[in-house]
């Protein structure tokens, strides 16, 4: 087990960036507190260099590349989330300090705000370095614990409190209750095979098909992770959620915990799927994926469409894309190229996605307007209205955004998309991809409004104005900028998407000591000694 | 449980070799295997029907030591220990859970003066 | 330069010679030429690309380092000249680094290319399988044509930089950061064009300086037919550019790849298949690529029947009608056949197409520039007419003559431009002839006479300027070249040739020189008003008080500097001789070597050899060339003939004697028959000419023609269209739009807020999964 270690220093970096933080933000000294920022933002560059220098294709891995992309992508867009969320927390309080309040370490909550970010993206990371259940179970859980915290904590003013406090109660309870499910599925999973490794796991499915524990388990586990990424029937909580947070908290709810399941739900499939020797899913969990991807993507379409609040609307959008992901889960690997591998497009897409919604989120955590004498976020459409010419960077980043989620061609998220279609088009999932092409077009009438509206419509008279924290506009302009240019330099990343997605298969019926695995044969054997280790 | 019988001769079969004491049988699992799930649906209806919210964090520890007498259980039938760390980790987690699902509640209590869950629903739609 | 001494004498001789032999030119052209003679394959002359320096990539990025100063320019307000100057030191740096790009290649042997990959841009499978893959890099591909028209595009960039930096001052602070923008983008764009490795680049360039004209052509966008011009050219060039893509797509559906290296040798076996009279065994998929390459070329090269956008294109800025409309983009054509002319000699058709479009272009815009009072339009309908030498020079088998005579013809096209612009913008935007006469003779105007008249030479084909060899070597190739109706072609392009001489010195007659006597533009021009935008204030108006100011240092600088290159560059025509010339020399080493030429086209090869030796030793020359007939020499009339002598000698004097007689006649009723400033001789032609004139000066009604036949019929197409759409497709769309909406509110009160409703959704569905799994598994 120690070997691991080597897989895991980004984590190691975050977990001493975040024990910084907490230690430098109680210091009485303001300017030592000013730190705390840096201090994240130092970790996560940190962490990103690491990650991408990885080694793949470990021997427990059941997906033995995800990590040299998965890491790296977590800590960059993180690095984006936390300028985004940069003076949201404590920020009356350190200016009531720097005015002549005596300092209170019990009130001042910044740099456990900024411990907690780096615990939940740690958490992230360690689901794509998980190799059994054990470990996936409480990565996930990292990741979403200090989001409960995050969620409640980023509220401003008494309405903006209140309503962040109501935000966290729905997410915590229902999370529980989410986690309680995928608990109980990994229960069952490890129940119905014996062995709480993933590669052990496919092996035994390799060598004995299904068995009914074992897919009720994969089942709840399915849809108990379905919360992280707020997939139909766990999405009820997204859009309370989102509307209570503050704009970047709920930028940081659409990338990371979807990002930590979206990458739990890749690593549970694989078991059955792929890995298990069959190019398919069982049609079980296939069809159970199917209506779970077309539930998603529909239902969310539908409700974003009737918001008028648009962190709500881009809650719903968030479920929705989460829609179009499965369906590259469902296509699985395909011949492993990456127009085929449905894998690959999940994780380009993910990345598309986080540079998209963090901007979009970004521009809504720039802009405040007055309201019963305290300054609250933007809400409405109609406080962004003509934004391209009251705060034209912000505006066009706005534009730039939510074209790219559109999937606008030839913007970002549009190459995003395409994988999605080539691959699941590839493995015959025509009627599948027709629906995703109509939720496309039905998401079309929301985003154009937003864009129409920030465009051409003449300047709203609410009052808005900039938050006075220039760090979270250079975010939006960043992810304006970084849309654009991996619109041309994507393929980049398509690259390392395609090499991240490398599944591993595991051939023969007969006997687990048949098994073998394709890309490397030492793997199972490796395994194997593992699984002897722990037996005994 | 077709599959389960077979594994089970094989896990005995092997385990028998190496000297190991006799697994648990199939309809003893079977027993235990009820009981997390009567705890497991227990919680769940708990948690919906209760507006406590302390009733309804215990609910979900309930479905967490529903998991964790399933991954007993499990364990004890396949001659593992794997299934028994996994339960010190859940409790773990449980125990996390637990110390913030309290200082929420107590926030929360203080806002409303009530520990009803209804009471909040400012945001819908 | 024996040639000199014997012109005359020979001129007689040729014309008394050709009544004898007349019945040898006929036989001439039929005999085919021993097939190892020109069994070059196209692979062969060219060596495989090797990998270049990096710093080539710096030519096309230079101008892009322009655009982003002069934005900056822009967004800071700056009220200076500044954006001129640097885009003057971009682009003279670009310019400097194609110079050794140049060094680079020669000091390489002859036939070296160079590829330079800035960065992988395309790279997509879709199956691990052959054709499965498309690949396209960011590279550039420098051989010889690549360096022949970079020299010219980043070098007259330059200097008419140089020179818009005095011709748009009055921009400056409001329009001037803009216009210099697009002018570094267009030279990018160019670079793109010229230097891609591969035809997707060729494509991003391509649409590149279509933008850029777009956006010059419009640069006064206040003025609506400056508007109407450039959305006349966008969308004329779309026609084009569908070709061109459509083109680019069989392309790489027929042969798996974009890049030029990779492709000559699969066209190869094609190109062989042709040459051995097989030519019905080319799929008709791959004999259809060139056809579609050429309706791109006709597009941007504003060829029949797309050339319509060129003239109007005149609204811009001169020295974008100069650089863009003159000089380089609408050579892009010619450098898309000339590169891509291996995929040319596939098809029997392509190539006479191309000339008999060149062909009947060239004529018909000669006859509309004789009927134009508009300079700067005559100008443009030369532009045309040349264009369609050129495309002709394509066509017979002469890639070097076309590409001189693009050379040539960048030259003095862009000082005839630049002279004119020099005219309209000292004369507060007077362009018509009738009112502007003796402007030579003007204090201050010495230059630009002397560099009109200089351009005007060369346009006419005055002997012994670049203009003229140049032009000759594209009739003579047409007279030799057998092909479906060459002989015509020729003929065509003689006839026009002397219209070309008429029309010309024309303008050079009335304009600059005879009595002294303006009227400055009635309306003030934009350029010279207030960037189009503003209230037209007519500062200097009013005849009487208005005094013309004569060009600036910068003006008078490029006008110099570019009259002396018109000249210079028919000096390119006398080094490298064994290759006629040194431009010969550059197209010889590239792909738009025509020794694969296809047995369809039989050319006479010998020609060029003894036309070489003619060229060096003068009256020797003839001598020889007259000897080798007589024996025969492997295939008695390998060459054709014209007149029953060398073309390429016949030519020198028939069409030194038709451009003399097009100079004389303008001299005649334009210069010696001129009465007032505006009426001469000529206008007492007219009534016997019938309504012709008329006609040509309405431009043989040619865009009434496409209103009637194509703009009438689309738009009650589009009524219809609009109708249908409101009723039935806005229908749909609406159906589409409450469906989802009328699903959601259905499904909205789920979201009520309240925790235990979640929870009970989400128990819900699980226990519906579940249900449903159990129950797919059974």
Redesign the interface.
Known sequence: MIERIGYLWPEIVLFIGACLTMVIGLSPNADMRKQTGLIAGVSLLIAAALGLATPAAPTWAILPGIMPFAKPLIALVGLLLLLVNIGSVDRDEEAAIAAGKPFNPLRVTGAEFYAFFLFSLMGAMLCATAGDLIWLFLALELTSLPTYVMVVLSGRGKKGFDRSQEAGVKYFFLGALGAGIFLYGFALLYGGTGTTQFVEIAQHFAAHGMNPIATVGLVLALVGVSFKIAAVPMHFYTADVYQGSSGGVAAFLAFVPKTAGMISILLLVSTVGWAAGQGSLPPAIESLLWALAVLTMTVGNVLALLQSSLKRMLAYSSIAHSGYMLVGVIAGPGDGSFVSSGIAAVLFYLLCYGVMSTGVFAVLASLERKSGGEAVEVESLDDIKGLCRSHPWLGWSMVICMLSLLGFPPILGFFGKVPLFTSALGAGHVVLVVILALNSAIAAFYYLRVVAGVMIDPESDSGVRDTGVPARVIAAVISGVLVLGLSVFGNVFMGSGEKAAEVRRFVGQSDEHDTDSVPLDEHSEAAEDEHHAVSH | MLGMSDMMHMASATLAQAGYPEAMSTPALAHYLFLSAVLFVIGIVGFVTRRNLIIMFLCTELMFQAAGLALIAFSRFHLHHTGQTFVIFVLTIAAAEAALALALVVLLFRKKDSLSGEEWREMQG | MTTLTHIIPSLVASVTGSLVQDGHADAAGEVGHAAEQVSHAVSQGITPPVDGPLWIALIPLLPILGVVLTTLCAIFKVKSKLPAFLTVGCLAASFGLTVAMYQHLSGMGPGSTVVVTA??????????GEGQRFQADFAFYVDTLTCLWMLFVTGLGTLIALYASEYMAQDVGKGYSRFFMAFNLFVFSMACLVMGENLLVLFLGWEGVGLCSYLLIGYFYKKPAAVEAAKKAFIVNRIGDLGLLLGIFLTFVKFGTVSYPELWPLVEPYIQMVKSGHAGDVPLTVSLIPILLMVGAFGKSAQLPLYVWLPDAMEGPTPVSALIHAATMVTAGVYLIARMYPMFLVSEYALPIVGWIGALTALLAATIGMAQFDIKRIMAYSTVSQLGYMFCGLAVLSSTGAAFHVFTHAFFKATLFLCCGAVMHGFAGQLDLRKLSGVAFMKGWGIVGIAMLVGCLNLAGFPFTAGFFSKDMILAESFVTAGPGYGAIGWILLITAGLTAYYTFRVFFRVFVGPKAFEPGDELHEDHGDDGHGDESRPEAGATKFHPHAPGLAVNLVLGILALASIVAAGAYFVDKEDHGWVGRLVHESSANYTGSAAFLEHGDGAHRLEAGATGDGEAGAVEHGEAGAAGHGAAAAHGSFLGMDPHKAMYYVSSVVGLIGIGAAFYLHYLGRTTAARSKADDLLPALGPIPRWAQHKWYVDEFYNAVIVVPLRVLAHVFHAIDRLLVDGVVNL??VL??F???R??P?????????????????A???A???L??M
């Open positions: 960065f992988e841009w395309f790279d997509l499978s879709w199956g691990a589409a739009g989802p909406r699903v959601g509110s499904i909205r789920w979201q009520n807020g309240v925790m235990h409703g979640y929870a009970v959704g989400m128990v819900g569905g699980l519906l999964l579940i449903a799994v159990v797919l598994s």
